[in-house]
């Protein structure tokens, strides 16, 4: 079984326990206006060119099937990322993000190093994009792992609940996003309703994996009391939750986006100061850190 | 920190107040000139030297200070005069500034039985040689001794002054200290300053700190224990200390400014198997955390028992974005000293110079940076000379490896007939000099040289893609990659692009490039085992560039891994500057392969990590994993930077708002903004293919 991924982390330290390996699934069903990993939305291969060191040659040019329709020596409209003007290239600034492999060929990958990253407590995190959008491929890669490997998942929890509940059997902890409790706010920020993202946490809480909830704190969005409050009394009392980790918008969220020749329009106010509250979470018997 | 503390961190760092106080510049040869006229000796010249800088200075009490000693001379006195100094570098074999340097005092053969004792002692040896009539012994002691005098007379102005000026504490310390033995941790820290700010004065540069954890600890322990100090007592103690080694540290005669080479060495193992660990590395590390100032560097010595706790305080040290702390591995290095001839109880007890070249206190009389080897010149030249003839890539890497050999006896030919200036002051703090009437220039009982490897990374690489592109793959013709390097790959981008960006590179645990390192390595210790040099000394191979990785790029030629002439090779045991490397972990692996207790001189990994990722303590304890994990594979010395690149460029813009703001720079630390653009550019660089 095939999967495609953009990146294959090593060394993460914000993903779980220890030390991790954090593979990079591609695709994903929302569309937050923060999102930090573009080339992670689409699930095609897509060429990204680094604005930084072009001289000029052309040789992306002369070898792109589109040539005549490139601005610049950037990307043409249409690109397929066929990956002709990447070997091309004598700068190689540019790339294609996104490769299909199979489970077997990324099991085997992960577990190159799986032994230095098990001593130092860690393990294999898997995030996107969006996991759930390649579950079989995630689960097949995850029985290939065994059992010895700590698994940790990063997820907008949006996706079919059958695979999320696998997710749940499957993954050793689980990391799961709330971007905001209310619906309006999330379908006009994520372009998605967050009804199933709201159905799976409420899963996660009655279940015994155990799991974190990380609110990625975008200003002006949902750095109020409201939507901590409504994490709170989501989370109160869930057996397995270990914590509530608030992740602040930086605004080198934007970086990746010139690569991919799209627009940074995060549609929020990105320079205003971050409202931080972490006594709501105490208040009501939940631990809970700023990353 | 103290409000005391932050108030003279200020005045000394800060405002640099004190500054005022100084003297207008004097003539550097003028003291030569006399000597020369008079025809005096070298010995003799040294001991003046160092009696007219100690009786030009006079006596400052700075606001609220309680150690004292202050320069306010700011010339160094030459003891040669100019013409001589041009002269001795073409009869003699000259190292640096040609002062001893670099080398590991033992403090306590002062600290711990006072000047005045020290004194009688020198007083009947002197006697012992006048009467068998060995008079240049005799005279020698006897200048040993006017030094001790003129060191005791310029410590009772101060107490003078401090009497004047009603600094009670002061004066009760400077009427025990030097003269007598220190009785309690701040006389200890008054004596270290004496000695320390003695040392400078005499021209010696790269005074070392050494073990501070272990020779100050009785000292420590026993004040603690007799309810003189608390913990926040001494802390602040220590930190009015290590902010008196950046008082003068300006003024310090060295090779580069801001390469003081005060290195303290911290933890370690005991011969029986104990950790040295101890409440006072604590809190030299809580102090240095606390101030965040260049000077005293932090190295801290570990092994497989040490627990992960030490290597948390070291990160969060790192986190502050000074370079240090250093790591040492005892595992790996304390076998090395063994191999090297270095007696256990010296083994056991190394410490660091001003860099990172294991030295020994009080024996050793080593030159650990005599001179280096190119190994990124060896693997250039054997594949612009032999790669027509070389059938198989074995036989290229003979060629290499007979380079390697060339330069190394090149390299200690070269260290024949040294000559070093004399170092009273230091020889009083040295195994048997004021036993034999003898100077520590002339020799102790280790005269080491270290040879330093530069370029490891480019020469393994080079090499791997010559074996997997002409002897593998056959996509590069011999001719072909042959014309390129000659032309500095004008007009040859593609094959520039495949060898720079596509070929195996050292730093991803890449077996094709990381089995040829290993190779090199053992061919360059291999090159220098069992030689001896002339004053009986081994030779020792190091990872360690200094400055020679800079030199050596400026006359290597385009080499096969895609550098072009002129190019950076990477400082240290680091990967290429230019190399796309996965990430530390990597890293790690591939810089842990090589039999590094064979090429033990010192010469770190380096490792720049992004500063988000020591985002909170639960980060910086895994990045504490991280070097630990170095250190179970088996590496012998890891140096980490914390940098953020954005604050480098912004830095660069407007140098007025970062003057604070401190790299590493090789083996020290340096404020970014002051370093020359070619410095501020390679750390930039650097920074560039890390996290």
């Given at each position: 079984m095939n999967g495609s991924l953009f990146d294959i982390k090593e060394c993460a330290i914000h993903d779980g326990p220890g030390l991790r390996q954090t593979v990079f699934l591609k695709g994903c069903p929302l569309r937050c206006s923060w999102c930090h990993n573009p080339e992670g939305l689409s699930a095609r291969p897509e060429l990204m060119v680094s604005p930084n060191g072009c001289t000029g040659c052309g040789r992306c040019r002369e070898v792109c099937p589109l040539g005549g329709t490139m601005v610049g020596f950037g990307k043409p409209p249409?690109?397929?990322?066929?990956?002709?003007?990447v070997t091309a290239c004598p700068q190689r600034i540019r790339r294609v993000a996104g490769e299909t492999v199979s489970a077997e060929t990324l099991a085997a990958r992960l577990m190159e190093n799986a032994d230095y990253y098990a001593g130092t407590g860690g393990g294999v995190t898997f995030s996107g994009g969006e996991p759930l959008m390649q579950a079989d491929f995630v689960l097949e890669t995850l029985r290939l792992l065994g059992p010895a490997v700590h698994t940790a998942l990063e997820t907008?929890?949006?996706?079919d609940e059958n695979a999320f509940a696998a997710f749940t059997d499957a993954f050793n902890l689980i990391l799961f996003d709330l971007k905001s409790m209310d619906d309006d706010i999330h379908r006009r920020y994520t372009g998605v309703s967050n009804r199933l993202i709201l159905k799976n946490a409420r899963r996660l809480c009655r279940g015994n994996t155990p799991f974190i909830f990380r609110i990625p704190v975008i200003p002006g969005v949902n750095d109020t009391e409201a939507h901590y409050r409504a994490v709170a009394e989501l989370a109160q009392g869930a057996p397995s939750l270990l914590r509530v980790e608030l992740l602040p918008y930086h605004i080198t969220a934007g970086a990746k986006y010139a690569l991919l020749q799209k627009a940074y329009q995060p549609g929020f106010e990105t320079d205003r100061p971050i409202h931080i509250d972490l006594d709501i979470f105490t208040r009501h018997g939940i631990r809970s850190c700023v990353l | 920190m103290t409000d005391r503390i932050r108030r003279l961190k200020r005045y000394v760092i800060t405002d640099k107040a004190h500054h005022a106080l100084r003297f207008a510049p004097r003539d550097e040869y003028a003291l030569a000139e006399t000597f020369a006229q008079s025809g005096m000796g070298d010995m003799r010249r040294a001991g003046r030297r160092l009696i007219a800088m100690l009786e030009a200075e006079t006596p400052v009490l700075l606001p609220e200070e309680r150690i004292v000693l202050t320069r306010r001379n700011p010339t160094v006195f030459s003891m040669f005069t100019r013409a001589e100094l041009e002269r001795l570098p073409k009869e003699r074999r000259i190292h640096e500034r040609g002062d001893v340097s670099n080398i590991a005092v033992d403090y306590t053969r002062l600290l711990n039985v006072g000047l005045e004792a020290k004194r009688e002692e020198i007083e009947r040896c002197r006697a012992a040689f006048e009467a068998a009539g060995e008079r240049d012994r005799a005279d020698y002691l006897a200048m040993e001794a006017e030094i001790l005098n003129a060191v005791m007379a310029l410590c009772d102005r101060y107490r003078a002054l401090a009497e004047r000026e009603g600094r009670a504490d002061v004066a009760a310390c400077l009427a025990q200290v030097p003269r007598h033995a220190p009785r309690t941790f701040p006389e200890a820290l008054q004596m270290f300053r004496i000695l320390h700010f003695t040392m400078w004065l005499g021209g010696n540069y790269h005074n070392t700190v050494g073990r501070l954890d272990r020779f100050l600890y009785p000292y420590y322990r026993a004040d603690r224990d007799a309810g003189r100090l608390t913990r926040e007592t001494a802390l602040e103690w220590l930190e009015e200390f290590f902010i008196s080694f950046n008082r003068d540290s300006d003024l310090y005669p060295g090779m580069q400014q801001g390469d003081n080479g005060q290195s303290v060495m911290l933890g370690g193992r005991n011969p029986?198997?104990?950790?040295?660990?101890?409440e006072l590395s604590e809190l030299c590390l809580t102090a240095s955390l606390e101030l965040s100032l260049i000077d005293p560097k932090m190295n801290l010595r570990v092994d497989r028992d040490t627990p992960l706790d030490v290597f948390t305080m070291g990160t969060r040290l790192t986190k502050q974005g000074l370079g240090f702390p250093q790591y040492a591995n005892d595992d790996v290095v304390i076998p090395a000293l063994l191999a090297y001839g270095y007696a256990p109880e010296d083994a056991y007890n190394y410490g660091v110079a001003a860099c990172w070249e294991f030295i020994v206190p009080g024996t050793g009389m080593d030159v650990p940076n005599i001179a280096a080897v190119s190994l990124a010149a060896a693997a250039q030249q054997a594949v612009a000379d032999h790669l027509r003839q070389a059938e198989d890539f074995p036989a290229l890497m003979a060629a290499v490896k007979a380079n390697i050999r060339a330069q190394a006896d090149d390299c200690m030919e070269h260290t024949k007939g040294l000559y070093l200036f004399p170092a009273p002051f230091l020889s009083l703090m040295m195994e048997g000099c004021v036993e034999n009437g003898m100077d520590v220039s002339l020799g102790c009982r280790y005269n080491n040289y270290g040879i330093h490897g530069t370029g490891v990374a480019t020469a393994a690489d080079s090499l791997a893609a010559v074996r997997k592109?002409?002897?593998?793959?056959?996509?590069?013709?011999k001719e072909e990659l042959l014309q390129a390097l000659l032309r500095n790959f004008e007009g040859d981008g593609d094959l520039l692009a495949k060898l720079r960006f596509d070929a195996p590179k050292m730093g991803n645990n890449d077996p094709e490039v990381d089995d040829i390192a290993v190779e090199l390595l053992d061919a360059f210790a291999d090159s220098l085992e069992g030689k001896k040099n002339d004053r009986g000394g081994v030779f020792r191979a190091g990872t360690g560039t200094a400055m020679y990785y800079l030199w050596h790029a400026v006359t290597l030629p385009a080499t096969a891994d895609g550098r072009k002439r002129g190019e950076a090779i990477a400082a240290n045991y680091s990967p290429s500057v230019f190399a796309r490397v996965k990430g530390p972990v990597s890293i790690l692996q591939s810089f842990s392969k090589a039999h590094l207790g064979r090429v033990c001189n010192g010469g770190p990994l380096t490792l720049e990590l992004h500063d988000t990722l020591f985002r909170n303590e639960e980060a910086i304890q895994k990045v504490a994993v991280l070097v630990k994990s170095y250190m179970e594979r088996g590496g012998h010395q890891l140096q980490l930077n914390a940098v953020n690149r954005d604050t480098l460029y912004e830095a660069q813009r407007h140098p007025q708002e970062h003057r604070n703001l401190i790299v590493r720079v090789w083996g020290w630390s340096g404020y970014f903004v002051e370093l020359d653009k070619e410095y501020q550019d390679h750390i930039i660089k650097r920074m560039e293919l890390s996290l």
């Amino acid at each position: 079984m095939n999967g495609s991924l953009f990146d294959i982390k090593e060394c993460a330290i914000h993903d779980g326990p220890g030390l991790r390996q954090t593979v990079f699934l591609k695709g994903c069903p929302l569309r937050c206006s923060w999102c930090h990993n573009p080339e992670g939305l689409s699930a095609r291969p897509e060429l990204m060119v680094s604005p930084n060191g072009c001289t000029g040659c052309g040789r992306c040019r002369e070898v792109c099937p589109l040539g005549g329709t490139m601005v610049g020596f950037g990307k043409p409209p249409g690109c397929t990322a066929c990956g002709l003007c990447v070997t091309a290239c004598p700068q190689r600034i540019r790339r294609v993000a996104g490769e299909t492999v199979s489970a077997e060929t990324l099991a085997a990958r992960l577990m190159e190093n799986a032994d230095y990253y098990a001593g130092t407590g860690g393990g294999v995190t898997f995030s996107g994009g969006e996991p759930l959008m390649q579950a079989d491929f995630v689960l097949e890669t995850l029985r290939l792992l065994g059992p010895a490997v700590h698994t940790a998942l990063e997820t907008s929890g949006y996706g079919d609940e059958n695979a999320f509940a696998a997710f749940t059997d499957a993954f050793n902890l689980i990391l799961f996003d709330l971007k905001s409790m209310d619906d309006d706010i999330h379908r006009r920020y994520t372009g998605v309703s967050n009804r199933l993202i709201l159905k799976n946490a409420r899963r996660l809480c009655r279940g015994n994996t155990p799991f974190i909830f990380r609110i990625p704190v975008i200003p002006g969005v949902n750095d109020t009391e409201a939507h901590y409050r409504a994490v709170a009394e989501l989370a109160q009392g869930a057996p397995s939750l270990l914590r509530v980790e608030l992740l602040p918008y930086h605004i080198t969220a934007g970086a990746k986006y010139a690569l991919l020749q799209k627009a940074y329009q995060p549609g929020f106010e990105t320079d205003r100061p971050i409202h931080i509250d972490l006594d709501i979470f105490t208040r009501h018997g939940i631990r809970s850190c700023v990353l | 920190m103290t409000d005391r503390i932050r108030r003279l961190k200020r005045y000394v760092i800060t405002d640099k107040a004190h500054h005022a106080l100084r003297f207008a510049p004097r003539d550097e040869y003028a003291l030569a000139e006399t000597f020369a006229q008079s025809g005096m000796g070298d010995m003799r010249r040294a001991g003046r030297r160092l009696i007219a800088m100690l009786e030009a200075e006079t006596p400052v009490l700075l606001p609220e200070e309680r150690i004292v000693l202050t320069r306010r001379n700011p010339t160094v006195f030459s003891m040669f005069t100019r013409a001589e100094l041009e002269r001795l570098p073409k009869e003699r074999r000259i190292h640096e500034r040609g002062d001893v340097s670099n080398i590991a005092v033992d403090y306590t053969r002062l600290l711990n039985v006072g000047l005045e004792a020290k004194r009688e002692e020198i007083e009947r040896c002197r006697a012992a040689f006048e009467a068998a009539g060995e008079r240049d012994r005799a005279d020698y002691l006897a200048m040993e001794a006017e030094i001790l005098n003129a060191v005791m007379a310029l410590c009772d102005r101060y107490r003078a002054l401090a009497e004047r000026e009603g600094r009670a504490d002061v004066a009760a310390c400077l009427a025990q200290v030097p003269r007598h033995a220190p009785r309690t941790f701040p006389e200890a820290l008054q004596m270290f300053r004496i000695l320390h700010f003695t040392m400078w004065l005499g021209g010696n540069y790269h005074n070392t700190v050494g073990r501070l954890d272990r020779f100050l600890y009785p000292y420590y322990r026993a004040d603690r224990d007799a309810g003189r100090l608390t913990r926040e007592t001494a802390l602040e103690w220590l930190e009015e200390f290590f902010i008196s080694f950046n008082r003068d540290s300006d003024l310090y005669p060295g090779m580069q400014q801001g390469d003081n080479g005060q290195s303290v060495m911290l933890g370690g193992r005991n011969p029986d198997g104990t950790s040295a660990f101890n409440e006072l590395s604590e809190l030299c590390l809580t102090a240095s955390l606390e101030l965040s100032l260049i000077d005293p560097k932090m190295n801290l010595r570990v092994d497989r028992d040490t627990p992960l706790d030490v290597f948390t305080m070291g990160t969060r040290l790192t986190k502050q974005g000074l370079g240090f702390p250093q790591y040492a591995n005892d595992d790996v290095v304390i076998p090395a000293l063994l191999a090297y001839g270095y007696a256990p109880e010296d083994a056991y007890n190394y410490g660091v110079a001003a860099c990172w070249e294991f030295i020994v206190p009080g024996t050793g009389m080593d030159v650990p940076n005599i001179a280096a080897v190119s190994l990124a010149a060896a693997a250039q030249q054997a594949v612009a000379d032999h790669l027509r003839q070389a059938e198989d890539f074995p036989a290229l890497m003979a060629a290499v490896k007979a380079n390697i050999r060339a330069q190394a006896d090149d390299c200690m030919e070269h260290t024949k007939g040294l000559y070093l200036f004399p170092a009273p002051f230091l020889s009083l703090m040295m195994e048997g000099c004021v036993e034999n009437g003898m100077d520590v220039s002339l020799g102790c009982r280790y005269n080491n040289y270290g040879i330093h490897g530069t370029g490891v990374a480019t020469a393994a690489d080079s090499l791997a893609a010559v074996r997997k592109y002409v002897y593998g793959d056959h996509s590069v013709g011999k001719e072909e990659l042959l014309q390129a390097l000659l032309r500095n790959f004008e007009g040859d981008g593609d094959l520039l692009a495949k060898l720079r960006f596509d070929a195996p590179k050292m730093g991803n645990n890449d077996p094709e490039v990381d089995d040829i390192a290993v190779e090199l390595l053992d061919a360059f210790a291999d090159s220098l085992e069992g030689k001896k040099n002339d004053r009986g000394g081994v030779f020792r191979a190091g990872t360690g560039t200094a400055m020679y990785y800079l030199w050596h790029a400026v006359t290597l030629p385009a080499t096969a891994d895609g550098r072009k002439r002129g190019e950076a090779i990477a400082a240290n045991y680091s990967p290429s500057v230019f190399a796309r490397v996965k990430g530390p972990v990597s890293i790690l692996q591939s810089f842990s392969k090589a039999h590094l207790g064979r090429v033990c001189n010192g010469g770190p990994l380096t490792l720049e990590l992004h500063d988000t990722l020591f985002r909170n303590e639960e980060a910086i304890q895994k990045v504490a994993v991280l070097v630990k994990s170095y250190m179970e594979r088996g590496g012998h010395q890891l140096q980490l930077n914390a940098v953020n690149r954005d604050t480098l460029y912004e830095a660069q813009r407007h140098p007025q708002e970062h003057r604070n703001l401190i790299v590493r720079v090789w083996g020290w630390s340096g404020y970014f903004v002051e370093l020359d653009k070619e410095y501020q550019d390679h750390i930039i660089k650097r920074m560039e293919l890390s996290l």
